[in-house]
């Protein structure tokens, strides 16, 4: 009984401390895209500029992209039924804040519009 019940503590300890690693996620686009808004706001011209010249390529090439993402955004019913407004007003600032990005990257002082995913880690 006691090798049962050791055991038995052994095996509820350890997936205890594995459900406990599993909240903890690993996402290397989301860290990625965390160091580029941080650069982009970044008072440092040499952090700034790169930066904020990636985050404008994204935005102008990927931008459309929220037209399909905001159809899988919490909560799933208000957010499919509301995507058909949310995708494209999302894109189009996306993209038109890139834009920006893109033409004023090299401009000392000024770091451009963040347009956020809604996805803060």
Same mark, same amino acid.
């Given at each position: ?31 990625l895209?965390?160091? %580029? ?26 931008g459309?992209?929220? %037209? ?5 955004? !919490? ?8 995507? !058909?407004?949310?995708? !494209?007003?999302?894109? %189009?600032?996306?993209?038109?804040s890139?834009? %920006? ?6 401009? !000392? ?13």
């Open positions: 009984m006691k090798k049962f019940f050791t055991l038995f503590l052994v095996v509820s300890v350890m997936l205890g401390s594995a459900s406990v690693f599993a909240q903890q996620t690993y996402n290397p686009a989301a860290m895209n965390q160091q %580029i808004e941080h650069g982009a706001d970044s008072h440092n011209y040499f952090a700034k500029a790169p930066s904020q010249l990636f985050r404008g390529l994204h935005n102008v090439a990927f459309w992209s929220n %037209i399909l993402t905001d159809l899988f955004q !919490p909560p799933i019913g208000l957010g499919t039924a509301m995507a !058909p407004l949310t995708g !494209p007003a999302t894109a %189009i600032t996306r993209t038109l890139g834009a %920006i990005d893109l033409v004023t990257f090299w401009v !000392p002082g000024f770091n451009g519009f963040s347009i956020t995913d809604g996805e803060k880690n």
